[in-house]
């Protein structure tokens, strides 16, 4: 399995796509990119209606190459932390509601789901931890929305990852295997046999994905305030952690 993330849609090529899946025996799985133009709960509706029509050219790809789903955190502009008040914050969730049940609706009509992540809080203001997302997903209340959860999130704003995990239960649709740098999974501290057993309690079977970020690729470098190396390289990254992953899960 190959995780895309459509920083560009127009630069992606569903032919092309599918082909060389096909090529290397593999399947697709799309994530968004969530920028200031790209924002669900912005004020201006006219930003919400820019985020929305990024989101449904994401499920037409995914549907159109494969993907079980769309995953990312889409509920808000990726960067955007805020003092708001309760008032303010609680309009920012309504609208967050409002443009993700209408893209889960057009998801739905087309097989795909929606997979919602939290992130820390250097990175959002608005859903940080597994808890918020599950929330978020209930006042959603669509069968096809539910969350991608991340290690390395989690390792910053959950007290327990394993307790973290379960609260997340049945909604969790991916999962991003990250070290607590960013780096190698096992190579930290992440506490990774806590995250086997509760993956094993909620009897999730579905993706699990390792993010091979490396400061060779300036823009995702700088939106994840990658700095420095983690891994000799991408390929190391992921195919270490992949042997990593393999031993712990099977174990």
């Not at 009509?109 to 203001?125: F, K, M, Q, S, W």
């Not at 969790?172 to 096992?186: K, M, Q, S």
């Amino acid at each position: 399995m190959l995780e895309i993330c459509l920083e560009d849609p127009a630069l992606v090529t569903v032919d092309a796509v599918r082909a060389a899946a096909t090529e290397a025996g593999t399947e697709i799985s799309v994530c968004g990119a969530f920028g200031p133009d790209r924002d669900v709960s912005h004020e201006d509706p006219d930003v919400r209606r820019a985020a929305g029509e990024y989101l449904r050219t994401c499920v037409d790809i995914a549907a159109a190459v494969g993907s079980e789903n769309v995953s990312g955190p889409m509920y808000s502009a990726t960067g955007k932390t805020r003092l708001l008040s309760d008032d303010e914050r609680a309009r920012q969730w309504g609208w967050a509601v409002e443009g993700l049940s209408a893209a889960g609706d057009y998801a739905a009509e087309r097989g795909v789901g929606l997979a919602i992540e939290p992130l820390n809080r250097y990175e959002t203001d608005l859903v940080n931890t597994n808890e918020q997302a599950v929330r978020l997903c209930r006042d959603i209340g669509r069968d096809n929305v539910g969350l991608l959860i991340d290690t390395f999130h989690m390792n910053i704003e959950e007290k327990d990852i394993g307790a973290a995990i379960r609260e997340a239960g049945g909604f969790v649709r991916n999962l991003h295997a990250c070290e607590n740098d960013r780096g190698t999974p096992g190579s930290g501290h992440v506490e990774w046999d806590a995250v086997a057993a509760a993956l094993s309690d909620i009897d999730y079977d579905g993706l699990v994905v390792i993010e091979s970020f490396t400061p060779e690729i300036k823009e995702i470098a700088r939106a994840v305030s990658l700095w420095r190396p983690v891994a000799p390289s991408s390929d190391a990254l992921a195919g270490d952690g992949i042997r990593f992953l393999e031993r712990l899960l099977r174990s």
